[in-house]
């Protein structure tokens, strides 16, 4: 005989660290008990009839680990229900009826969700805690944009291709997790969602990501790892919050650690730093158009202590003390010259050393 019971409940991982804990006194939990929706619907319906009361205190639902293909219609008779938890399971289709419900967090990961699964009214709950990673969204449910009141919201492992533009209209988000997705680029706006507090936008085709990262100034944790960036904007070393950097496996890290001890620069790129950092004169007609070209690409180091000059060919992003257990990564900056490469001394008392970063994942 299946029997409800009553219990805390928690959800925990390496990108999903927001814990959730229920009351386990409004806490129905019916994990890993083996339901299908014929079970799950009698014993929902059992237990409003037995306490007529009862429904209205319960304010959390646990269904994880079933066999439930549609959420039981009559879930909606639990009128107080704030906290829906209904992962691992092979739902498709969200009904109506939820909409019915004052939920606040609704955890659906590990289903088989799509986006004509959802209601089309969906953006009028007033969710906070939306989590619907491991689903089969093939692009970002477009209800979702409505729901002003999302502080987290978890769509990784899906199959989404593009991020909206209008992502910032979530003022509210301290978390985005688009990781395990198919994006290639992310738009500006998402410099606009100024609360975040962690971005996890890892196992994606990104190649770059927007100068705008930099107004994320409460950003804590990036993570960026099994991409295919070369580059990272110099602005984020702003980023004063930033403590935890994730960019294993991506071209940047690889190139680096392959180059970082033997190989210097071109000639041609010697040649080029020279003319910018004695601002010679190179009168019209003496340089072929390609190598005007070259030295329009020149940057001055982000370093405040450095005059350098690097090129697009030769930047290195990454200043290297310790790599898995050997170097660590304090902080980001252009390597343009020996001086940035070997003396940590001349950041000192620079902007540059207040930013303290606690984690680096490289390998």
């Known amino acids: 005989m299946i029997q409800y019971m009553y219990s805390d409940s928690s959800e925990s ?8 804990t229920f009351n386990p006194n409004k806490t129905l939990n019916f994990s890993e008990v083996i339901l299908n929706l014929q079970d799950a619907t009698k014993q929902l319906e059992n237990l409003c009839k037995s306490t007529e009361k009862r429904k209205e205190f319960i304010n959390a639902i646990v269904l994880t680990h079933n066999e439930l293909d549609m959420i039981p219609l009559n879930i909606a008779n639990f009128t107080n229900l704030k906290i829906l938890e209904i992962s691992n399971n092979l739902i498709s289709t969200l009904p109506d009826a939820i909409l019915q419900l004052p939920l606040t967090t609704l955890i659906m990961k590990n289903n088989r969700l799509v986006n004509s699964g959802l209601p089309k009214l969906f ?3 007033n969710l906070k805690d939306c989590r619907l990673s491991g689903n089969n969204f093939s692009n970002f449910p477009e ?4 729901i002003k009141s999302l502080e987290y ?15 910032d209209a979530l003022k509210r988000l301290k978390i985005l997790n688009m990781g395990g997705n198919y994006l290639s680029e992310i738009p500006a706006s998402v410099g606009n969602l100024t609360n975040l507090r962690g971005l996890i936008l890892s196992d994606n085709a ?8 930099a107004n994320l100034k409460n950003l804590k944790s990036l993570l960026l790892h099994k991409n295919r960036l070369r580059t990272l904007p110099p602005e984020i070393v702003s980023l004063k919050c930033l403590t935890e950097l994730s960019l294993r496996e991506n071209p940047l890290v ?12 071109s000639l041609l790129e010697l040649a080029g730093r020279s003319i910018k950092l004695y601002n010679i004169d190179i009168p019209d007609g003496e340089l072929p158009a390609t190598l005007r070209e070259y030295l329009k690409s020149a940057h001055r180091c982000v370093n405040p202590k450095c005059k350098g000059v690097f090129f697009d060919n030769r930047v290195e992003h990454i200043k290297f003390v310790d790599f898995c257990g050997k170097y660590r990564i304090p902080l980001l900056q252009y390597l343009c010259s020996s001086k940035c490469v070997v003396n940590n001394s001349i950041l000192h008392g620079s902007h540059v050393d207040t930013i303290k970063m606690h984690r680096v994942l490289l390998g």
């Open 13 to 20: 991982s390496d990108s999903e660290n927001q814990s959730k």
């Open 143 to 146: 209800q979702l944009l409505e």
């Open 254 to 265: 690889v190139r680096f650690v392959n180059d970082m001890l033997h190989d210097p620069p």
């Open 153 to 167: 919201l978890y769509l990784g492992n899906n199959s989404i291709t593009e991020l909206p533009k209008e992502i």
């Open 123 to 125: 953006g009028k709950l």
């Open 206 to 213: 990104l190649e770059t990501v927007p100068s705008s990262i």
